[in-house]
């Protein structure tokens, strides 16, 4: 079955650098959430998309920016990096209409290094 | 302050040796609590849902029950293959995605 894809998987990247990562949903799911894990720590919840609008809002920082497209693939953009973005990226992807099941199906995440 | 608390931090058994995981949570009205897999590198994979105090899900060895404060993950005769990290989130009522996760139990099952 098809999974959530999620591109780079690895991205090394210097301070004040930009990075984009990239998610593409299970086909037909029509939500998008992006979490943050740093090391030995729990997923953050930075933000999520329904049918290509923001639905919510996390612990997401000013430089960072995200969108869903017209074919559901999201991307979620990074600016200015501090070596405190260091961490593992999930997306994760969903149906509305199952959203209050906790049932999110993540993707297996892009591990940005920043130096 | 919406916050989950799992325990143990990590927690080693023999192969059969059954035992039980915590998750201890605060919310603001609880739309749900969720039990996550996650192996190392890899994304969480989702186990259960629980709505409300009294249920009770379960998935071959695994089994999960709420409580109004708490929810157990009990593990029975477990295999190597169910070493992994345990991921208890929870989920506020109102309009919200946000899914509030513990740190987890990291889980160590030897043969």
């Known amino acids: 079955a098809a999974g959530v894809i999620q591109s780079p998987r690895h991205l090394i990247k210097e301070k004040r650098e930009t990075a984009t990562l990239k998610c593409y949903p299970i086909p037909r799911h029509d939500t998008v959430y992006w979490y943050q894990q740093g090391p030995g720590q729990d997923p953050q919840f930075l ?32 600016s200015s990096l501090e070596l405190g973005d260091s961490a593992l990226y999930f997306c994760a992807s969903s149906l509305e209409g199952r959203r209050n099941t906790g049932e999110l ?9 920043v130096l | 302050e919406d916050q989950v608390t799992q325990s143990p931090e990590a927690l080693r058994l023999q192969e059969g040796e059954s035992s039980s995981l915590n998750c201890s949570y605060t919310v603001s009205g609880l739309r749900g609590l969720f039990w996550y897999r996650q192996d190392p590198g890899k994304g969480p994979e989702f186990l259960f849902t629980l709505y409300s ?20 993950l009990h593990i029975t005769a477990p295999k190597p293959e169910d070493s992994a990290t345990y991921l208890c989130a929870v989920q506020a009522s109102g309009n919200t995605d946000k899914l509030i996760f513990g740190t987890g139990t990291r889980l160590q099952v030897f043969p």
Do not use: C, V
């Open chain 2, 53 to 72: 105090a009294g249920e009770e899900k379960e998935k071959e060895r695994l089994k999960a029950t709420l409580t109004k404060k708490e929810s157990f």
């Open chain 1, 105 to 113: 199906f993540f993707g297996e995440g892009s591990r940005l290094t």
């Open chain 1, 47 to 78: 933000i999520s998309f329904y049918e290509k609008m923001q639905s919510d809002k996390g612990s997401i920082p000013d430089r960072f920016s995200a969108q869903q497209f017209s074919d559901y693939h999201s991307e979620l953009n990074m």
